[in-house]
């Protein structure tokens, strides 16, 4: 499916309030999606009619593929970055059961409730969840700790570009994790209770993570991500590590066999040009080929009526690449854009014709 966003001043949200499904938006073994470590951001207020504006997100890490695989037959796990996180599907309910990275070893014999479906603004839910993990090979712990999620905001998300997505909830999961950690013994198992005794008289280390997730209506995954982790006591708050992530639309809407958001995302691209027709827009089609591209671009616009037309082609970040002077009025507009001295990777062209502007995201091979 083409993914051509078009944005006029004139256009507003679609009325229908969205909602989260396990259909539409529980991670499925076998996707892959590219995701991308930006500058960290403040993650704003909860509400309704929030608008979070990310256009100027820098990249301070190269782009990396999350893979999602199942082991055992039943466990779904995410990879990425040398970390997996252990999931369990359970009807319409989302559970954590653990994570494993090169230095931790963590299991719930509890798993913890992450999202329980559908969601909608303002739907929350809460879990408990305990096991137990090693540290290095050199520390066992019991863990224990408490998640509670919650659609704390809706709204409008502005992604490099310009682009811009309306159907927007945010979901905030936080998750408090309690671990006491005893020198490890030539009995451990990660699979069995632990000797409870041996932690008695040990101090816990209280940890929290506050993790925000933007889910766009028609997109499995998220496409945009914040992560706090912190210590904190009575007087003061530690932050252990701060992280944002950018997940690119235009690949989720490519998953394979993901009819379902396909479908949503058909609808709502029906629903924007029956707005455009109403509203009578000068802009009659717009192409860019080939899509991905490796020499070049060529960029084609018809319109009802001339107008002066110009064309910009952006960085996914918001970081202005290339930019071609105005052009006289007129009813069509075409444009060869070289693209072999650029790196690889995706960028944003957008022309502008009359008040109007329409743009796409192009893959340079």
């Known amino acids: 499916m083409k993914s051509i966003l078009i944005f006029l001043s004139i256009l507003c949200a679609i009325p229908a309030r969205s909602q989260l499904k396990s259909e539409l938006n529980i991670p499925r073994s076998g996707d892959e999606l590219v995701k ?48 997996l996180t252990f999931l369990e599907i359970n009807g319409d309910s989302l559970l954590m059961s653990g994570y494993e990275t090169s230095t931790d070893l963590v299991r719930y014999h509890s798993s913890g409730l992450l999202l329980r479906f559908p969601i909608t603004y ?16 050199r520390l066992e712990s019991i863990i224990s700790g408490e998640i509670h999620t919650k659609a704390d905001a809706a709204g409008s998300l502005i992604l490099p570009g310009n682009d811009t997505l309306t159907d927007i909830i945010r979901v905030h999961i936080r998750k408090m994790e309690n ?47 914040t992560i706090e982790t912190y210590r ?6 530690t932050i252990l590590n701060r992280s944002a992530y950018f997940y690119h639309p235009a690949d989720q809407a490519y998953l394979p066999e993901d009819t379902a958001n396909q479908v949503v995302l058909e609808r709502k691209l029906s629903a924007r040009k029956a707005k455009i027709i109403e509203k009578e827009s000068n802009i009659l089609s717009f192409a860019c080929y080939p899509n991905p591209a490796r020499d070049h671009v060529e960029i084609e616009l ?10 910009d082609l952006w960085g996914i970040h918001g970081r202005l690449v290339k930019h071609f002077p105005s052009k006289s009025p007129s009813t069509h507009y075409r444009e060869r854009m070289d693209m072999q001295t650029l790196p690889h990777g995706y960028y944003v062209v957008k022309v502008s014709a009359g008040g109007e502007a329409v743009s796409e995201e192009i893959l340079k091979h």
């Open 36 to 83: 991308e470590q930006v500058a960290f951001c403040d993650a704003g207020e909860s509400g309704e009619n929030q608008t979070w504006n990310f256009k100027n997100i820098k990249l301070i890490n190269d782009a990396y593929i999350v893979h999602y695989f199942t082991r055992d037959n039943w466990e779904t796990i995410g990879a990425e970055n040398g970390k």
């Open 122 to 137: 303002d739907s929350a839910s809460q879990g408990r969840y305990d096991g137990r993990g090693k540290h290095h090979d």
């Open 179 to 225: 671990a006491r950690y005893v020198p490890i013994s030539g009995e451990f198992s990660i699979n069995r209770p632990a000797n409870k005794s041996l932690f008695s008289n040990v101090d816990p280390e209280i940890i929290t993570t506050d993790t925000y997730q933007w889910y766009e209506e028609g997109y499995r995954y998220p496409v945009f991500e």
């Open 232 to 237: 904190e006591d009575s007087i003061n708050r």
């Open 302 to 311: 018809t319109l009802r009526k001339a107008v002066a037309i110009k064309a």
